[in-house]
C-alpha cells in the first residue's frame, strides 16, 4: 500500500485564488518532500520539510508537517496557470538500510484556470 | 537541472522480446533508482543502486533485472517483456546526503504489444 496519499485527487481553481492538497503517510518518517509533474515531464523538487519542521516556505509554496497526525499539507499561493500540474508527496522512511529510499503518493492534479 | 539523460525516450516492441533502458548521469552521484509510473498508482521503485555493482530490490522488481558497470550508467532490463510492463518508466539520482531531494529524468514511455 502506498505510505503516501493525497488528497483530492483533482482541484480545478481560478487563477490567483490558493490551492491546497494534503498528504497523509502511516510510519516514522526522516522527511516529507513534495515534487511536482508537468505533462509528459520527469519530476520537479519543490520543498522538503525534516520531521523536526512544521512549517516551511519557498516563494509561494508553504508546507506544513503534523507528525502527531502523520499528515502534510502543500499550500500554493495565487495560483498561476503554470502552476498546472500533478503534485506527488513522498516520504522519506527511517530504515537501517543506508540506502535513501522515497515512497510516493498517487498525486494530486491541480489545474488553474485563466 | 541535474544532467539526467534517459534513453530512448519512447518505445514500442512486443511481448516476448528483452527491452532495456538507459539512464546516465553527470552528478557522479551515488545512487540511482528506476521507478515506473502507472495511472493511480503514482511512483513505485523498481530498483536502485547504491554503487557500482551494488543493486537492490524495490516494491516491483519482478520481471526486472538491473546492471550499474559505471557511476553513470544504470541499465533496467526487461527480460521479456509483458503488456502489465506497458508503464513510464523514471530514472532518477541522489547523492545520499541525508535530507537531500531525488533529481528526476525525463522518462521512457514504454508500450508492450
Known amino acids: 500500500s502506498q505510505q503516501g496519499e493525497e488528497d483530492p485527487q483533482a482541484l480545478s481553481i481560478q487563477e490567483g485564488e490558493n490551492a491546497t492538497m494534503n498528504c497523509s503517510y502511516k510510519?516514522?518518517?526522516?522527511?516529507l518532500q513534495w515534487y511536482r509533474q508537468n505533462s509528459g515531464r520527469g519530476l520537479v523538487h519543490l520543498i522538503l520539510?525534516?520531521?523536526?519542521?512544521r512549517e516551511k516556505h519557498s516563494g509561494r509554496l508553504r508546507v506544513t508537517l503534523d507528525t502527531s497526525k502523520k499528515s502534510s499539507s502543500l499550500l500554493i499561493t495565487a495560483s498561476r496557470a503554470a502552476d498546472t500540474a500533478s503534485y506527488f508527496c513522498?516520504?522519506?522512511?527511517?530504515?537501517?538500510?543506508?540506502?535513501?529510499?522515497?515512497?510516493f503518493g498517487s498525486g494530486t492534479q491541480l489545474t488553474v484556470l485563466p | 537541472d541535474a544532467g539526467i539523460t534517459q534513453s530512448p525516450r519512447h518505445k514500442v516492441t512486443e511481448t516476448g522480446t528483452p527491452v532495456t533502458l538507459r539512464c546516465h548521469q553527470t552528478?557522479?552521484?551515488?545512487?540511482m533508482y528506476w521507478y515506473r509510473q502507472d495511472p493511480g498508482h503514482g511512483l513505485r521503485l523498481i530498483h536502485y543502486?547504491?554503487?557500482?555493482?551494488?543493486?537492490d530490490k524495490g516494491e516491483v522488481s519482478d520481471g526486472y533485472s538491473v546492471s550499474r558497470s559505471k557511476t553513470e550508467d544504470f541499465l533496467l532490463t526487461l527480460e521479456s517483456a509483458t503488456s502489465s510492463q506497458t508503464s513510464v518508466y523514471f530514472c532518477?539520482?541522489?547523492?545520499?546526503?541525508?535530507?537531500?531531494?531525488?533529481?528526476f529524468g525525463d522518462g521512457t514511455r514504454l508500450s508492450i504489444l
Open positions: 513522498a516520504t522519506d522512511v527511517i530504515s537501517s538500510g543506508s540506502a535513501r529510499q522515497l515512497t
Open positions: 552528478e557522479n552521484h551515488r545512487y
Open positions: 520539510i525534516r520531521s523536526n519542521e
Open positions: 543502486s547504491y554503487g557500482v555493482k551494488d543493486t
Open positions: 532518477a539520482i541522489s547523492s545520499g546526503v541525508p535530507n537531500q531531494p531525488q533529481h
Open positions: 510510519t516514522s518518517i526522516n522527511n
